[in-house]
């Protein structure tokens, strides 16, 4: 029901191809999440329309991700975001699935709040395997243990900015699985706006402002681990968690 509303929205938006988004890639940026229940995406879509383009790859413009992130028997990248630690790290391999290429992912949040991402793609006929020279030059720490700890999927629309070095991902439908259990959360859309620097024009921030949605952090890695796990430590997460019910509570399928 949903995603036919959030498709009819997108006939509004004239398409950006792959090659013309990947010249305005931000690797060194600053984010701003925004969660909130995916009933209002369409209205969000709706009131933007005319500031941004949107990524359209083979006809589609909802793509599927996949996602599988990496952390130590101990679980340190949790733990690090957790606590609150700065200079902290996610390290992941990414897929797109509607053309099949996967990447090696590492994402820094420095303490400055700007994320930096490093990758390298994962050639078609090689298995996905961790690769350590491009890992340890990235990440100060012990790696050599790190092993799957949580895999996602969700549904993406990309919007790209007709006038600043601005993008906009519209991530729904996000599924979570690790060895203990899974869980869907159908009800759930993640905004995330990624720009060189931060700056209070963002059209897409307006909109969200006009709507009463308001930043707020959102990792999907702890997320999931959190929700799948109650008996992790996630003081720090509890806010979200809470914010999660109320929006489930909120949504109307």
Known sequence: MWEKKINSELQAFKTINLDELNELRLMNRVDRKFVFPLNKLPELLGRVSTNYQVLEIK??????????????????????????????????????????????????????????????????????????????????????????????????????????????????????????????LPFLAIAELKREKAANNSPCALALKAMNIYPRGFSKYCMGKALLNPCLKQNAFKPNLLYLKKIKNEFTD
């Open 59 to 184: 006809g589609e413009r909802c793509l599927l991700y996949q996602t599988e992130y990496l952390d130590s028997p101990e679980l340190d990248f949790y733990h690090n975001h957790q606590n609150q630690r700065l200079n902290r790290f996610k390290v992941r391999f990414r897929t797109y699935t509607i053309s099949n290429n996967t990447f090696f992912e590492i994402k820094r949040k420095t303490n400055k709040g700007k994320t930096i991402k490093k990758r390298i793609e994962i050639l078609e006929e090689e298995k996905p395997e961790i690769d350590y020279s491009f890992l340890n030059s990235v990440v100060p720490l012990d790696n050599q243990y790190l092993r799957p700890s949580l895999s996602n999927r969700f549904k993406r629309i990309t919007l790209a900015s007709f006038k600043s070095n601005e993008r906009i991902t519209l991530d729904f439908d996000l599924e979570i699985k690790d060895q203990n259990a899974q869980k869907a």
